[in-house]
């Protein structure tokens, strides 16, 4: 069984600080994939980025970057510099690769980022 | 040019009523998917429909039924609505090839009294 685990409930911080959303998932699968979504206080799942698990290279995508480490299996996130708009619900998720394309995708509970200006 | 729609965005109704939830994706997408967001914000996956055909369906009561008349829609019927089926209701779709990325619909809300 595949599970995704985001230990940190709620994150509060002050806007202009760092913040790294933690991931840690577990699965059988040897070739999976690893995704993050954000979901603002409008409700919508807004994709970030989506991870395969043969490529453990670490991503930057302008204040956001990705840490995959298969070894800790764990995905995590860090906003540099946060903004009050990157406040929301931010959840990863984790899809097997085994099981066919129309797999769904198992989510951890979310963390609840705030970020007071 | 929204790529994944449903409707409507908000359903209030009564206990025991049946209602029907619409989801159109204009990707070109092949797989369409149903998850429900309870009150947690919990998201689990109930049905993954493709090229019109179930997948997956997981451990959902038989009172919910998705029905996939072509591949750019999946609309999710409930009947006999029950307090606990409250909670928001995700479409979402992707490409079948194991690595696609799953994109969401906007949710739509729905409160049984």
């Known amino acids: 069984a595949q599970k995704v685990t985001q230990a940190q409930t709620e994150i509060s911080v002050v806007e202009k600080e760092d913040v790294t959303l933690d991931c840690v998932y577990e699965t059988r699968d040897t070739t999976y994939y690893l995704f993050w979504y954000k979901q603002p206080p409008s409700g919508e799942l807004v994709f970030l980025i989506r991870?395969?698990?043969?490529?453990?290279q670490n991503e930057i995508s302008g204040r956001y970057s990705w840490n995959f480490q298969k070894s800790t299996s764990s995905f995590n996130f860090t906003i540099t510099a946060s903004q009050v708009v990157d406040s929301a619900v931010y959840f990863c998720?984790?899809?097997?690769?085994?099981?066919?394309?129309?797999?769904?995708?198992?989510f951890g509970k979310g963390t609840h980022l705030i970020i007071q200006p | 040019d929204t790529a994944v729609s449903q409707t409507p965005k908000y359903l209030v109704t009564q206990m025991g009523n049946d209602k029907s939830i619409k989801c159109e994706q204009n990707l070109g997408h092949d797989t369409m998917y149903w998850y429900k967001q309870d009150s947690k914000k919990f998201l689990k996956i109930m049905f993954s429909?493709?090229?019109?055909?179930?997948?997956i369906n997981e451990t959902v009561p038989n009172r919910f039924s998705p029905k996939s008349p072509d591949k750019a829609h999946l609309n999710l019927h409930i009947n006999s609505l029950e307090l606990g089926d409250s909670a928001v209701y995700f479409c979402?779709?992707?490409?079948?090839?194991?690595?696609?990325?799953?994109?969401f619909g906007p949710g739509t809300r729905l409160l049984v009294l």
């Open positions: 429909y493709n090229n019109k055909e179930l997948i």
């Open positions: 979402a779709s992707s490409h079948l090839t194991g690595q696609e990325t799953q994109y």
């Open positions: 991870r395969n698990s043969f490529d453990e």
């Open positions: 998720a984790l899809k097997r690769a085994s099981g066919g394309g129309a797999d769904g995708l198992t």
